[in-house]
C-alpha cells in the first residue's frame, strides 16, 4: 500500500526591507532599529562601495550611473545570501535615487514566491538635510553631495506599491517606531 501523500510545506515568509533616501534622511538609523527589533541582520550599503565610488564622493563628483550598477547588484545579492542562509529577513540601506535603481533591487524576489521586497523611503526637505550632513563628522559623503542627489532625486509614485514613504523632519524617535510599526503592519499583511 502507497504511502499517503503529503502536500510539501510552504516556504516560510521572508522579506528584504531596503530603507532609502537622499544623504543625512537616517537611513542607517531607521534600518539599524528595523534590523535589531526584528533579529534580520542588517546591510550597510555604504559599506558596499567599491573605492573607486568612495574617491569620487569625497571629492565631491557626483556618481553616475554606471558607477552604480555593479554597487546595486551586489547589495541585491548580498541581502539574497543573508535569506539562503535562513533569516526571516534582511534590512539594508541604500540611496535608490531614482526608480531604475529600485527596480536593480526589485528583481531578487522573481523567482521566489516567498520573498517580499519593501521600500522605506525617508523623506525630507533639502535643507533639513544639508543641516544633518553638515552636522556629520568623518563621513565621506559631504554637504555638497546633498544638492547632487536632490538634482537626480526621483521620489517615489504612487504606482510604486513596495513603497512606504516616511517624513524625516519629526523627531528620530518618531520616525524610528513609524517605520517599525509600518513593517511589522506590512509584514502581517503579507504572511502566507
Given at each position: 500500500m502507497a504511502a499517503p501523500h503529503r502536500p510539501r510545506p510552504l516556504p516560510k515568509d521572508q522579506h528584504i526591507w531596503?530603507?532609502?533616501?537622499?544623504?543625512?534622511?537616517?537611513?542607517?538609523?531607521?534600518?539599524?532599529h528595523i534590523a535589531d527589533s526584528l533579529h534580520f541582520p542588517f546591510i550597510e550599503g555604504d559599506e558596499?562601495?567599491?573605492?573607486?565610488?568612495?574617491?569620487?564622493?569625497?571629492?565631491?563628483?557626483?556618481?553616475?550611473?554606471?558607477?552604480?550598477?555593479?554597487?546595486?547588484?551586489?547589495?541585491?545579492?548580498?541581502?539574497?545570501?543573508?535569506?539562503?542562509?535562513?533569516?526571516d529577513g534582511v534590512v539594508l540601506t541604500c540611496s535608490a535615487l531614482k526608480r531604475k535603481y529600485r527596480d536593480v533591487i526589485r528583481v531578487a524576489p522573481y523567482f521566489t514566491p516567498n520573498v517580499h521586497l519593501h521600500f522605506i523611503y525617508l523623506d525630507?526637505?533639502?535643507?533639513?538635510?544639508?543641516?544633518?550632513?553638515?552636522?556629520?563628522?568623518?563621513?565621506?559623503?559631504?554637504?555638497?553631495?546633498?544638492?547632487?542627489?536632490?538634482?537626480?532625486l526621483e521620489r517615489p509614485t504612487?504606482?510604486?506599491?513596495?513603497?512606504?514613504?516616511?517624513?524625516?523632519?519629526?523627531?528620530?524617535?518618531?520616525?524610528?517606531?513609524?517605520?517599525?510599526?509600518?513593517?511589522n503592519k506590512t509584514m502581517h499583511s503579507t504572511q502566507s
Open positions: 531596503l530603507v532609502t533616501g537622499p544623504a543625512g534622511c537616517g537611513k542607517s538609523t531607521v534600518a539599524k558596499y562601495h567599491p573605492k573607486a565610488n568612495i574617491d569620487k564622493m569625497s571629492a565631491g563628483i557626483p556618481l553616475t550611473d554606471a558607477d552604480r550598477w555593479d554597487w546595486l547588484t551586489a547589495l541585491r545579492e548580498a541581502s539574497i545570501h543573508e535569506l539562503d542562509k535562513g533569516s525630507a526637505p533639502e535643507e533639513v538635510l544639508l543641516q544633518r550632513v553638515s552636522a556629520r563628522k568623518n563621513h565621506y559623503m559631504g554637504a555638497n553631495m546633498v544638492h547632487s542627489q536632490f538634482e537626480v504612487p504606482d510604486e506599491i513596495d513603497v512606504i514613504t516616511i517624513d524625516v523632519t519629526q523627531s528620530q524617535e518618531a520616525v524610528k517606531a513609524d517605520a517599525l510599526d509600518r513593517a
